[in-house]
């Protein structure tokens, strides 16, 4: 079939009618590919399904695009600044279980729905001005500083493996060309991984027998693994209370990358977007993906700047491709040797990556308040960022074991992490000191800034 010019903008961008089924798959295998190492990673990390997050993932972008109208081409995959939302302890020093981490995060995927109302009522200027750089650039900060110590203890069973991954990261990331270039993240995990099975014959024969074992086809998720299995007798309300307050304030930064990654979806396309269908609808299919895929057992969800990567290089911008990669992640899904692959992914391996994500998470929190040129003369503005980053630093490593402040409600024992002190603190501050001079909207570059893609 000739290839054909579609009359429908840039010169040089096609849509399906021209690129015909075959072509069409091709892009659809491609778009999976870039998503694909940073959105597994997520589960390698927090023990979470491997299985049940490319299936969210798959549906989640689906319900994504038949929320927004079938019109953004997005992608939706494991959100990195959720990692913080497992691993998290009680006051008395004992693991919250994932399951309970889950419905945090299912909690915190209902603050898009609150968000999104927000801006349909009353606007986004009106409503960003209480979410300002001078709050989200540092919780943003203190989200990848809290999370440094566990990837330094990863790295630490072979370092020499977290270096080949770290490396391997900066060389794709630096010096990479096309589609390399957009995946460093996965050719940091394979490479690291091979590693491995070279270095530690031990690791390989673990990964060996783990894969062995696993069956090629099977359920995504059990019961087990979802938030809905905390419901009953055993249910600890102190513990569940204590993950949602914990995890929710995490949100307040993941909002603010997808308005970001909305914004740059745009300017790939050049297509308004923010306008039609809206950010209101966008925030609805984020928020809605992200609460669904956490209640069961998967993470949150986030629109991926790799996809919008593809989307440049490629210069097909038909949403349809995208959702052709969501049908890919979903039959993946149902491959239970696949998941035990990733499942077998060795320590260092994922430390190494884990180094590089948890200081990119801070470096875009600097990035965040540099291009948004916050004015540090104002005294508002350094009480503000000195509040959150010493609040959020010195609960999570100064209480001991709790890492948090603990309070009693009857019988019930709250546990508030130093990032939710933080974050409330940064926001009544702000609203409340005189000052306040951002506006969302004027500056396109500041409002693009938060993007925790590699």
């Not at 998503?35 to 979470?48: H, N």
């Not at 600044?81 to 009680?90: D, E, H, K, P, R």
């Not at 307050?245 to 979806?265: K, N, Q, R």
């Not at 308040?369 to 004015?375: G, L, R, T």
């Amino acid at each position: 079939m000739k290839k054909e010019k579609i009359a429908i903008g840039e010169e040089g961008i096609y849509d399906a009618r021209t690129l015909g089924a075959p072509r069409m798959l091709i892009l659809g295998v491609q778009h999976m590919f870039a998503m694909f190492g940073a959105t597994v990673l997520v589960p390698a990390i927090t023990g979470l399904s491997v299985s049940s997050t490319l299936l969210f993932a798959g549906l989640g972008t689906l319900l994504f695009h038949l929320i927004t109208g079938r019109k953004v081409p997005a992608f939706l995959g494991s959100s990195f600044a959720f990692l913080g939302a497992y691993g998290l302890v009680t006051a008395s020093g004992t693991d919250i279980p994932l399951t309970y981490s889950s419905f945090g995060v299912a909690c915190a995927g209902l603050l898009y729905l609150v968000l999104a109302l927000l801006f349909k009522l009353f606007g986004a200027q009106r409503v960003m001005k209480f979410f300002p750089p001078i709050v989200t650039g540092p919780v943003i900060i203190a989200i990848g500083l809290t999370l440094s110590g566990t990837a330094i203890q990863s790295s630490q069973s072979n370092w020499w493996v977290a270096l080949i991954a770290i490396l391997t990261v900066i060389i794709f990331n630096i010096w990479g060309k096309g589609m390399l270039k957009i995946i460093p993240i996965l050719l940091g995990v394979i490479v690291s991984y091979a590693s491995s099975m070279i270095l530690d014959p031990a690791s390989r024969t673990a990964m060996v027998e783990r894969v062995a074992e696993a069956d090629w086809i099977g359920l995504p998720f059990q019961w087990g693994e979802t938030a809905f299995s905390i419901f009953g007798e055993s249910l600890d309300t102190g513990m569940l209370i204590s993950a949602i307050i914990t995890i929710m304030p995490i949100a307040l930064a993941t909002m603010v990358e997808h308005i970001g990654d909305i914004c740059a979806i745009s300017s790939t396309t050049k297509r308004n977007y923010i306008s039609d269908p809206g950010l209101h609808r966008t925030l609805l299919g984020d928020g809605m993906a992200t609460s669904i895929a956490a209640l069961f057992g998967a993470p949150a969800n986030t629109t991926y700047g790799e996809n919008t990567g593809v989307l440049a290089l490629s210069k097909v911008y038909d949403p349809r491709v995208i959702r052709l990669a969501a049908g890919f992640a979903v039959l993946l899904s149902f491959c239970p040797k696949f998941a035990a692959v990733v499942a077998a992914m060795p320590q260092a391996t994922m430390g190494g990556v884990s180094l590089v994500l948890y200081g990119m998470i801070s470096a875009v929190g600097v990035r965040n308040i540099v291009e948004n040129k916050v004015d540090f003369s104002k005294s508002r503005n350094v009480l503000i960022a000195a509040l959150i980053l010493v609040l959020a630093i010195g609960i999570k490593y100064g209480t001991g074991a709790a890492a948090g402040i603990v309070f009693h409600i009857g019988t019930m024992t709250i546990n508030l992490s130093g990032l939710a002190i933080a974050a409330i603190v940064g926001i009544v501050l702000n609203a409340v000191l005189p000052g306040k001079d951002y506006k969302f909207g004027v500056d396109a570059q500041g409002d693009t800034s938060v993007n925790f893609k590699v």
